[in-house]
């Protein structure tokens, strides 16, 4: 829902947490893990329950689903988590949006689908909030209709995507292997590459790319592309 949407992203803001939203009729609950000790995790509760009374809090997904408190989620936790809180909310019987990507490795997000492709019952998607901006909805409108003509080749060039240090900074698990799996290539451009598929209606047959590891950030992982 709108509302559990919104609550996502203000608490994400708030507390350095992985945050789960739920939703059951007009309800909303949350479920917030921290890697952090426990002093920090009643910091995050106490943070949470003053931003938003009256939501329910639960220290884990598993809690949350004991108490059948939802009948969706939407998943927006560190890339290298998305497979598997898929998979458990699959098993709850539990319909799900997680943000993107839907997996760093390719065997994981196969996993994924196929066990999707045994619950026909519940509804799954994955998360590219830029369909949902007016610019790039209409250009979708002007190539869908020919408005173009027949398109012949299309370049796509884009330079207001760059990130700062203090966005590599903003979380322990960003710009590294371990965390984030990657960089440009799992995070900004899986976006740029939805939106021109889902411009053009068509799907690439071959792919090559260069990436700079660490060339304009102190980090480990790629941020050019």
Not at 64 to 76: G, M, N, P, S, T
Request: contains cysteine.
């Amino acid at each position: 829902s709108r509302s559990a949407i919104s609550s996502l992203s203000a608490a994400f803001a708030a507390v350095s947490s992985a945050v789960r939203v739920s939703t059951r009729s007009s309800r909303v609950s949350l479920a917030v893990r921290s890697a952090c000790p426990a002093v920090s995790r009643e910091r995050n509760h106490a943070a949470l329950a003053a931003a938003f009374p009256g939501v329910r809090l639960f220290d884990s997904t598993a809690a949350l689903y004991r108490a059948r408190a939802a009948d969706a989620v939407l998943i927006a936790t560190p890339h290298l988590q998305h497979p598997a809180e898929v998979l458990e909310a699959f098993e709850q019987g539990v319909h799900v949006l997680v943000e993107k990507p839907l997996a760093v490795d390719i065997d994981e997000a196969r996993a994924v689908v196929a066990a999707y492709g045994k619950r026909p019952q519940l509804k799954f998607g994955v998360m590219f909030n830029q369909r949902t901006h007016p610019l790039y909805k209409r250009m979708r409108e002007i190539l869908q209709t020919g408005m173009l003509g027949t398109l012949q080749r299309v370049t796509w060039i884009i330079t207001n995507w760059f990130r700062s240090d203090a966005y590599y900074r903003s979380s322990g698990w960003r710009a590294t292997w371990k965390g984030e799996g990657g960089g440009l290539l799992v995070n900004q451009c899986p976006h740029n590459f939805d939106l021109l598929e889902w411009m053009l209606g068509m799907s690439p047959a071959r792919v090559t790319a260069r990436v700079g590891l660490g060339k304009y950030h102190p980090i480990e992982v790629e941020d050019e592309f």
